[in-house]
């Protein structure tokens, strides 16, 4: 889409649609260690998969990270960053992870 529009007149499109603002990941994991007391060096390490969860999903979903950037970072597969996704998204959200994902959107 953005192949079609590009060179097209947006004066009438707000900036927040054209070009959101997202956090960095670096925000998004600072804000998940605050949120579930953590250091940020245990977000990604597993050892609180209510965490880990958070921060995979919230990079894919607000960070707007590919699936393989995600997955590097998270030292897992793309198929399980997809996973987890879905997994969020059909099961439901804990109450902290909900709570962060409203609060950490920049646009």
């Known amino acids: 889409m953005q192949k079609l529009a590009s060179g097209k007149s947006a004066s009438n499109v707000s900036r927040s649609q054209r070009a959101p603002l997202r956090p960095r990941a670096d925000e998004v994991l600072k804000a998940i260690a605050r949120a579930y007391g953590l250091p940020i060096t245990k977000v990604l390490d597993r050892s609180h998969p209510k965490a880990f969860k958070?921060?995979?999903?919230?990079?894919?979903?607000q960070a707007n990270l590919s699936l393989r950037q995600v997955a590097k970072m998270a030292a897992i597969s793309a198929p399980r960053v997809?996973?987890?996704?879905?997994?969020?998204?059909?099961?439901g959200a804990d109450k902290v992870l909900t709570i962060l994902s409203a609060t950490i959107k920049k646009d």
């Open 54 to 61: 958070a921060a995979v999903y919230l990079l894919r979903r």
């Open 82 to 91: 997809s996973q987890i996704q879905t997994e969020i998204e059909t099961e």
